[in-house]
């Protein structure tokens, strides 16, 4: 969890940020999201040739916000002076495959060159586990930043990650102690 992923290698420039969304209850930008964006930010000016950003993230139907996690991000960019022909709005994806599948549609369209574009995903240290194995079962080659997360914000976000994982691989789960359970019943009959 520690591993410094701050410094992503610039040398070979992104064409694209990709920012992951996080659940957004109100019309203000939650701090674990303003962290990815701030992270963002960071790349985008530290880049020479200012690569596209992709926000992604849909509306939250239990949020009290009529705008999308994408809508809110791309206020937060226009306010920290990104300018708006460098910000790709995706605003369909609920969960983290989703903000990965419906991206790389955008990057397809937007993306004329012969060759792969390179990618950075922007995401929260605690994310990146589930970010990488999603990612990787996509066949996303891409690279990654974490964004640093609040001290008192990281464990609940952990947790949440955790059952995350469980809950993607529940069939899996569900097979295993299924197997269990009639091996264990076998033994007694």
Not at 18 to 35: D, F, H, Q, W, Y
Not at 154 to 162: C, G, S, Y
């Amino acid at each position: 969890m520690h591993r410094d992923q701050k410094k992503v290698n610039m040398k070979q420039e992104a064409d694209f940020l990709l920012v992951m969304g996080n659940k957004c209850m109100t019309e203000r930008v939650p701090p674990i999201l303003a962290s990815r964006l701030n992270k963002t930010i960071e790349l985008f000016k530290a880049s020479a040739n200012k690569p596209q950003i992709i926000v992604s993230g849909g509306r939250n139907p239990h949020s009290l916000s009529d705008k999308s996690e994408a809508e809110m991000m791309q206020e937060y960019l226009l306010e920290a002076g990104i300018p708006a022909n460098h910000i790709i709005v995706e605003e369909k994806a609920m969960n983290t495959i989703q903000n990965l599948e419906f991206s790389s549609i955008k990057i397809h369209r937007f993306w004329s060159k012969e060759t792969r574009p390179r990618v950075i995903i922007v995401t929260s240290d605690y994310h990146l586990p589930r970010t990488k194995l999603q990612a990787k079962k996509l066949g996303f080659k891409v690279q990654y930043a974490s964004a640093k997360t609040m001290s008192m914000l990281k464990w609940p976000a952990m947790f949440r990650e955790f059952t995350a994982l469980l809950w993607y691989d529940r069939y899996v789960i569900a097979i295993v102690v299924g197997i269990d359970v009639l091996y264990s019943l076998s033994l007694y009959i």
